[in-house]
């Protein structure tokens, strides 16, 4: 079974400022992938970045970048130089035959 | 990039109706769509996975035969949700797997309120 926790229901950060986002799961496989995706208002799910498991590097995507701890199962999300538009639900993922969502983290920027 | 039509993005019904709800994948092949349910503030909640040609498999505590799901074509997905009740109102959500790389898009949501 797949279990995905995001222990932080809501955060906050200044603009420009970093933050981190925390997720941690469960899971018996190996290979398997990891995801956050953030949900503005509009509810459209966006894919923020994605990890492979079998990927021992960090992904990164611009402002964003993942801290993978694979023994630990352990997958936060850094969000450098943060901006208004990043305020959000975000929420983290796991994937083997389909995709388990944590509970989310709701995100606000402060001008 | 990959889109996947969600249809129609809200719809009111009166209790006891029946609702489809279309998922359409339009530049890519799915041969795996996934329908999720979403209450306000909370996460999304896998309800049954929809496979190309076979019966659609629904997690714990879903009951199949009131949400019916077919998934007749390659780019086609649907979920009707029959009889509905006012507690089926919430935020409904597909997603189709690409079989040519397994990128998952999804659709746009579909609010239901039963009235």
């Known amino acids: 079974a797949q279990t995905v926790t995001q222990s932080q229901p809501e955060m906050s950060v200044q603009e420009a400022e970093t933050v981190t986002l925390s997720c941690t799961y469960d899971t018996s496989e190996s290979d398997y992938y990891l995801f956050w995706y953030k949900q503005p208002p509009s509810r459209q799910m966006i894919l923020v970045i994605r990890q492979e498991a079998y990927k021992q590097q960090n992904a990164t995507e611009n402002r964003f970048s993942v801290n993978f701890q694979k023994a630990a199962k352990s997958f936060s999300l850094k969000i450098s130089d943060s901006q208004l538009g990043d305020a959000a639900m975000y929420f983290c993922?796991?994937?083997?035959?389909?995709?388990?969502f944590g509970a989310g983290t709701r995100l606000t920027v402060k001008p | 990039g990959a889109v996947v039509s969600q249809h129609p993005s809200w719809v009111i019904c009166k209790s006891g109706t029946s609702v489809k709800i279309e998922c359409r994948s339009l530049d890519f092949q799915a041969t795996t769509m996934f329908w999720y349910r979403q209450f306000p503030k909370q996460s999304l909640m896998l309800m049954a996975t929809?496979?190309?040609?076979?019966?659609?498999?629904?997690e714990q505590g879903v009951e199949k035969d009131k949400f019916l799901i077919n998934h007749a074509s390659l780019t086609l997905s649907t979920l009707t949700v029959t009889s509905a009740h006012p507690e089926d109102s919430s935020f409904y959500i597909c997603?189709?797997?690409?079989?040519?790389?397994?990128?998952?898009?999804f659709g746009s949501g579909t609010r239901l309120t039963v009235v």
């Open positions: 997603s189709a797997r690409d079989v040519s790389n397994y990128g998952y898009t």
């Open positions: 993922a796991t994937l083997l035959n389909d995709m388990r």
């Open positions: 929809s496979n190309e040609g076979s019966k659609a498999t629904y």
